[in-house]
Structures are given as structure tokens and as C-alpha cells.
Nanobody
Framework: QVQLVESGGGLVQAGGSLTLACAASGRTFIASAYAMRWFRQAPGKEREWVAQMLPSGSTYYPDSVKGRFTISRDNANNRLFLQMNSLQPEDTAVYYC?????WGLGTQVTVSS
């Protein structure tokens, strides 16, 4: 089992930026060996995937965030990041770190118009 703790959420104006962090830990966890993902869930909506990094370092994004969000990883410290730029009110959601099948508790991001 992997323990995941997100941080870095907050309130930001439209057009602003935030960087989320996810600290991963576990008895045998090595970040570089796992696919790590960010998801988000807005009120009344299903949880959706927003970024993925594979063990190879390859990254993937859905069209909704491509060019605005960047996922990165600190292998030495088992940390995952999500740099979010040009934020819009529709990006408002709770953001979750995922290393299947484990989830963090999430961090709230609110973008005001």
C-alpha cells in the first residue's frame, strides 16, 4: 500500500497558477517504478484524469489541460507535482494523486472569475 498526501491547493484568480505536490510513501515504494497520476473531481461531476507520468518519464494529458498543466516527479524524494497555469473557473475541483490502486485525500483548488 502507498500513502499519498497532496498539498498546494488554494484560491487563485482566473489566469493564475498553482503547483500541487503529492508526497508518496510506503515500505517498498519507489516513485520511478510506478505510473503516477493526477485526477480531479468537481462538485456534481465524476472524477477525471488530468495528468499521467509513466515509469519511463513519458507524460500524457487530456485535451482539456494540455499545454496548461505539467506533471513532474522528484524520484529522490518520492514526490509528484502538478504545475497548473492559465487556470480557469472550470478547473475548480478537488485534485487527487493516484498510484493505482491507492489515492490521497485530495487538495481543493478554487479558481475565481
Amino acid at each position: 500500500q502507498v500513502q499519498l498526501v497532496e498539498s498546494g491547493g488554494g484560491l487563485v484568480q482566473a489566469g493564475g497558477s498553482l503547483t500541487l505536490a503529492c508526497a508518496a510513501s510506503g515500505r517498498t515504494f519507489i516513485a520511478s517504478a510506478y505510473a503516477m497520476r493526477w485526477f480531479r473531481q468537481a462538485p456534481g461531476k465524476e472524477r477525471e484524469w488530468v495528468a499521467q507520468m509513466l515509469p519511463s518519464g513519458s507524460t500524457y494529458y487530456p485535451d482539456s489541460v494540455k499545454g496548461r498543466f505539467t506533471i513532474s516527479r522528484d524520484n529522490a524524494n518520492n514526490r509528484l507535482f502538478l504545475q497548473m497555469n492559465s487556470l480557469q473557473p472550470e478547473d475548480t475541483a478537488v485534485y487527487y494523486c493516484n498510484v493505482a490502486p491507492d489515492w490521497g485525500l485530495g487538495t481543493q483548488v478554487t479558481v475565481s472569475s
